[in-house]
């Protein structure tokens, strides 16, 4: 059974923040609510998130941490990360430093914290998508960390208004 989700009150702005934080975005999926289902607060999400700007993308980095990296504070978006990062499975020592040392280059290359949706993906996973992506002019890169964000978004969404959240 669908329940009526409400996006507006400050405690689900509170939670849309930690599922991207963009104001605007925050902004446009509380207008719309209420939601019939979560399903639909999703899609909203998706439509909200379809034209981010590059203001925006740099608004959004700063609620992220590097990968393999702890995030900074205890609020849900801390929490959240912290437990997509935990299902990249066991430390690999010789693959975390190499994710390490890519972090280091994509930042001096692109200006910015390697975005990757982490839900899904092994410790090996986010390195060769970190290899590849290093390859990236900027604008394709651009693109690709808006998509990461995105994804990052509906899967948050899901986990913060959830029927187990």
Same mark, same amino acid.
């Given at each position: 059974?669908?329940?009526?989700?409400? /996006?507006?009150?400050?405690?689900?702005?509170?939670?849309?923040?930690?599922?991207?934080?963009?104001?605007?975005?925050?902004?446009?999926?509380?207008?719309?609510?209420?939601?019939?289902?979560?399903?639909?607060?999703?899609?909203?999400?998706?439509?909200?998130a /379809?034209?981010?700007?590059?203001?925006?993308?740099?608004?959004?980095?700063?609620?992220?941490?590097?990968?393999?990296?702890?995030?900074?504070? &205890?609020?849900?978006?801390?929490?959240?990360?912290?437990?997509?990062?935990?299902?990249?499975?066991?430390?690999?020592?010789?693959?975390?430093?190499?994710?390490?040392?890519?972090?280091?280059?994509?930042?001096?290359?692109?200006?910015?914290?390697?975005?990757?949706?982490?839900?899904g993906?092994?410790?090996?996973?986010?390195?060769? &998508?970190?290899?590849?992506?290093?390859?990236?002019?900027?604008a394709?890169e651009?693109?690709?960390?808006?998509?990461?964000?995105?994804?990052?978004? /509906?899967?948050?969404?899901?986990?913060?208004?959830?029927?187990?959240?």
């Amino acid at each position: 059974m669908s329940r009526v989700i409400d /996006a507006a009150s400050p405690d689900a702005r509170d939670r849309l923040s930690a599922a991207l934080g963009i104001a605007r975005w925050v902004d446009e999926v509380a207008a719309g609510s209420p939601y019939a289902s979560l399903d639909v607060l999703v899609d909203a999400g998706e439509r909200a998130a /379809a034209d981010l700007t590059d203001a925006e993308l740099d608004e959004a980095v700063g609620h992220h941490p590097r990968i393999g990296e702890r995030a900074a504070g &205890e609020g849900a978006s801390s929490r959240l990360s912290a437990g997509e990062q935990a299902g990249l499975g066991r430390n690999d020592e010789g693959v975390d430093a190499a994710i390490a040392r890519g972090n280091e280059v994509y930042e001096e290359r692109f200006g910015r914290v390697f975005l990757i949706r982490a839900a899904g993906r092994s410790r090996q996973e986010v390195l060769d &998508e970190l290899q590849r992506r290093l390859k990236n002019d900027d604008a394709a890169e651009t693109a690709e960390a808006k998509d990461q964000l995105r994804q990052i978004a /509906a899967l948050r969404l899901r986990a913060l208004f959830g029927e187990d959240a």
